[in-house]
Nanobody, 126 residues
Framework: QVQLVESGGGLVQAGGSLRLSCAAS????????IGWFRQAPGKEREFVAAIGWSAGRTYYADSVKGRFTISRDNAKNTASLQMTNLKPEDTAVYYC???????????????????WGQGTQVTVSS
């Protein structure tokens, strides 16, 4: 497994931006697909965005498409989630996840991932 540590969460006003980072260690990062998920109080953990390990294709939940951008830097063993035009409904704990050589059709499923970070809180005020 790979170890993941998220950072970059915080409090921001609606319409603002935040950039989350996910630092990985322990295995060959480039072999892992990376996903971002979020969980609001009383709700299920939901898919936000993912980036594949081979071709680096990106995928987004409809609710964040056009506002969030996922990226990765294999040389630095990091992944990022740039979030813009944030809305109060984006408030949640955001988790980074890694899955070894996941095929793209599995990237939106939280059960596909075997490594998770501890999460970082994002709060968007109205």
């Amino acid at each position: 497994q790979v170890q993941l540590v998220e950072s970059g969460g915080g409090l921001v006003q609606a319409g603002g931006s935040l950039r989350l980072s996910c630092a990985a260690s322990g295995r060959t990062f480039s072999n892992y697909a990376i996903g971002w998920f979020r969980q609001a109080p009383g709700k299920e953990r939901e898919f936000v965005a993912a980036i594949g390990w081979s071709a680096g294709r990106t995928y987004y939940a409809d609710s964040v498409k056009g506002r969030f951008t996922i990226s990765r830097d294999n040389a630095k063993n990091t992944a990022s989630l740039q979030m813009t035009n944030l809305k109060p409904e984006d408030t949640a704990v955001y988790y980074c996840a890694a899955g070894l050589r996941l095929p793209d059709y599995k990237l939106a499923r939280k059960g596909s991932y075997d490594s998770w970070g501890q999460g970082t809180q994002v709060t968007v005020s109205s």
